[in-house]
């Protein structure tokens, strides 16, 4: 059974930080590119970072230079290390792993940054 479990959400003010966890199980972990979106209200789910089995990285243009995505395949756990936090970046978080035309989706992680 395929699960992804995020957590490290919370309510942070602008400019602050947040780091994000996603720990998988049922998969094989190294196979998969595993990522973060984000969807706000009334909006779509958007791409935030992606992170290749092989370790290359992409980000959306709004998050490039604040967040940073890592891997850890021993730990089957993504990270999204998020800084200069803005109020745009609120939403809710949802991990990602893809594999050819396979998909999987964790619960998501409400991330709200407000002074």
């Known amino acids: 059974q395929v699960q992804l479990v995020e957590s490290g959400g919370g309510l942070v003010q602008p400019g602050g930080s947040l780091k994000l966890s996603c720990a998988a199980s049922?998969?094989?972990?190294?196979?998969?590119?595993m990522g973060w979106y984000r969807q706000a209200p009334g909006k779509q789910r958007d791409l935030v970072a992606t992170v290749t089995n092989n370790g290359i990285t992409n980000y959306a243009d709004s998050v490039k230079g604040r967040f940073t995505i890592s891997r850890d395949n021993a730990k089957k756990t993504i990270y999204l290390q998020m800084n200069s936090l803005k109020p745009e970046d609120t939403a809710v978080y949802y991990c990602n792993c893809r594999l050819g035309g396979f998909d999987c989706w964790g619960q998501g992680t409400q991330v709200t940054v407000s002074s």
């Open positions: 049922g998969i094989i972990f190294g196979l998969y590119t």
